[in-house]
């Protein structure tokens, strides 16, 4: 095959270059886990149903909450490294919605600090209108429903 004529548009192939969906930054920070007090203490004190309910919505509904629960617990317990599971499962989240990995590696900042992660990441799919409480299924009956999730409330006081 001869080389393209001069002036010629044609690209080699390996000349072409398919560019990433854009990755954006996360809705609230890792250490904002004031912002939902009630998913704080509930993740200090039993993070096994806070990654079951981030596991089932990231999954879309293949995984139960239960089941992914008493998986990272039984790992948890038998390794103590359930942050092993738990950071395949931020690496998933943020491919289906084009988050940054920040502000390190997701398995860094699972490692590091487990708690803040797993509330980084309720907190994230929450405020994409998924109701964690009723997991995929629910959540996305409401949505066909019509109903969609309340406003995220404002920081600060109002008058």
């Known amino acids: ?56 919505i990231t ?15 039984l790992i948890a317990l038998l390794t103590g ?20 990995e920040s502000p390190c590696s997701d398995c860094l900042v699972h490692f590091c600090c487990e708690s803040c992660s797993l509330c980084q990441e309720y907190r994230e799919l929450k405020n994409r209108g998924f109701d964690m409480v009723l997991g995929w299924h629910g959540s996305v009956e409401r949505q066909a429903a019509g109903v969609t999730a309340p406003p995220a409330p404002q920081g600060g006081m109002m008058r």
């Open 1 to 56: 095959m001869y080389p393209p004529a001069a002036g010629s548009q044609e690209k080699h192939p390996s000349a072409l270059h398919v560019q990433a969906p854009a990755r954006g930054p996360w809705s609230t920070g890792l250490c904002d886990c004031c912002d939902d007090p009630g998913n704080c203490c509930l993740t200090c004190w039993c993070p096994c149903v806070t990654f079951g309910r981030i596991a089932e």
């Open 59 to 73: 999954d879309r509904g293949g995984t139960s909450c239960g089941a992914s629960g008493a998986l990272y617990s």
């Open 81 to 100: 490294c359930g942050w092993i599971y738990s950071c395949l499962y931020r690496t998933k989240l943020r491919r289906q919605y084009s988050l940054l």
